[in-house]
């Protein structure tokens, strides 16, 4: 697609991800690449924008991330974040040590409106700040333009060759006017127009999908969550009957999803799709026994999962193209998207196998934060109830079973998670937590019931919030509401006899359990 771009290039920070998506709130399209990036790829994506990413190393150190000094000469502006900021002003001739005083949380900030990064910025702001080191000398040609009680420099600005080094994070939601300083970065100094919207998405999406596909047939990797359905009505309005959406049961559903997730998108649906339920429940009953390991677990499923689709392919005859769910996410956290580790390789991303038998795997949505696959969902006139559905991992409970999968196990747990969305619906919380689920521990306890001695299973409780699934904070469910969850699981669940409640954020956790 034709279309202005922001790059984030990323230096390991935690929030890279973060940049990206709140570039995007400015209606601007923004990707994350590795420092070890090519400058000659830079040059060829013709940026609007560059935007250099915080990272836990020292700049001044001889094995530290670092890039060419060419990116500030290229009259593309840039703004250094953090690590960014440090590494900018070292490359110019700046100089960054060790800081006296160490700067970590809400911090008040100074600035100077007149820096056209601060317009309508109030000149004393709360921003976020973690950092080791400081710029104790800014580079030839920069201005300070920011400080703070314990940071002589706090921003840096060289307006003329649009160069701007920030030290705290403006992109963490602690930073009370961080968005208004990113704006003021994408929409007046890098002059972009702000056109990227969903609808011209949805539209522009719809024409190349169907310029690539032509006549050929299509199969779509339909799970029933957020991401394939919207993948799903996405192709099917670009090229029809050519589509057939297969739907794996891999027996790692949901209590009774299969059979609604078949309801909707099935013949009697109201998508009348061409649609296609495979039964796999013991194949990957087969495939898991014995595994323990989350990332293996991971490789498996998404082996089978194209396994699965190769022989569905083979019963309808030339499939061209497979079409998959996955987001941009799903991308930076399998390690392919930027610098920072791998967290965990999603099933559809860093687990699939070498070979595929497809000409070609479509995935639509890999740009998208999920936030932005919801907008797209109700661009393509998708109901709302669909849309904001609780979020499933295409792994399904494969991953909220710590340790080896097995049938007891997962019915143990589809019967758990049933309770506690019912409950959580009756209490009226289902329209404000983001995400809520159970999960089965690998930990087994003793306890009493009935006069009884029992070493059973331990349940743990999940509900998040989050905008950008990026992080996320644990929601306080009221206690009396946690309480009728608890006694219900275990009077009603065979198999457990302790249930415990999550508070964990992420960072430092994941919202998944593996």
Not at 229 to 243: E, Y
Not at 286 to 314: D, N, S, Y
Not at 466 to 478: C, K, L
Request: aromatic share 8%; with cysteine.
């Amino acid at each position: 697609m034709d279309r202005e771009k922001v790059i984030v290039i990323d230096f390991g920070g935690q929030y890279n991800q973060l940049v990206a998506r709140r570039i995007r709130e400015c209606n601007v399209y923004c990707e994350i690449y590795s420092y070890k990036t090519d400058i000659e790829k830079i040059k060829e994506m013709q940026p609007k924008g560059i935007i250099l990413t915080g990272g836990p190393n020292s700049c001044y150190e001889a094995d530290s991330p670092t890039y060419s000094r060419e990116l500030f000469e290229l009259g593309i502006p840039v703004l250094g974040l953090c690590y960014g900021a440090q590494l900018m002003m070292f490359l110019l001739g700046g100089k960054v040590e060790k800081a006296p005083v160490r700067e970590y949380g809400k911090t008040e900030v100074f600035v100077d409106t007149s820096s056209q990064l601060f317009s309508d910025v109030e000149r004393e702001t709360i921003c976020w700040m973690s950092h080791f080191d400081y710029i104790s000398k800014v580079a030839p040609g920069f201005d300070i333009c920011a400080h703070t009680v314990d940071c002589p420099i706090a921003a840096a600005q060289n307006p003329t060759k649009g160069l701007y080094a920030i030290q705290f994070h403006p992109e963490v939601l602690h930073t009370k006017e961080g968005m208004k300083m990113l704006y003021n970065f994408v929409r007046n100094i890098c002059g972009c127009s702000g056109d990227w919207k969903m609808d011209s998405f949805v539209e522009n999406a719809i024409l190349s999908i169907r310029k690539k596909v032509g006549t050929g047939k299509v199969l779509c990797a339909l799970s029933g969550g957020v991401d394939s359905s919207v993948a799903a009505v996405l192709l099917s309005k670009a090229v029809g009957k050519q589509l057939t959406c297969v739907f794996v049961d891999h027996g790692l559903l949901r209590k009774n999803e299969g059979d609604e997730v078949e309801a909707v998108f099935g013949p009697d649906g109201p998508y009348q799709l061409n649609f296609i339920r495979v039964n796999a429940k013991d194949r990957y009953y087969k495939k898991l026994a014995g595994v323990t390991e989350p990332e293996k677990k991971r490789k498996i499923i998404g082996e089978e999962f194209i396994r699965v689709f190769e022989e569905e392919a083979e019963k309808i005859g030339a499939v061209d193209y497979l079409i998959q769910g996955t987001i941009y996410p799903d991308v930076v956290e399998s390690g392919l998207g930027g610098e920072s580790a791998v967290i965990k390789s999603h099933h559809n991303v860093g687990g699939l196998p070498d070979c595929v038998n497809f000409k070609e795997i479509i995935e639509p949505l890999r740009d998208l934060f999920k936030d932005e696959v919801r907008k797209a969902g109700l661009e393509l006139g998708i109901p709302e109830h669909l849309v904001f559905r609780q979020p499933f991992p295409g792994p399904g409970l494969g991953i909220r079973i710590i340790g080896e999968v097995t049938e007891e196990k997962v019915r143990i747990v589809q019967d758990a998670d049933a309770i506690y969305r019912e409950e959580i619906a009756k209490a009226g919380l289902d329209k404000m937590i983001g995400q809520y689920f159970a999960a089965l521990t690998n930990m087994r306890s003793v306890g009493v019931m009935g006069d009884e001695r029992t070493y059973d299973y331990a349940v743990a409780l999940r509900a998040v919030n989050t905008v950008d699934f990026m992080t996320a904070e644990a929601v306080g469910i009221s206690f009396d509401v946690l309480q009728t969850v608890m006694s219900r699981i275990i009077n009603e669940v065979k198999g457990v006899n302790r249930v415990l409640y999550d508070l964990t954020s992420k960072p430092p956790g994941t919202i998944e359990f593996e």
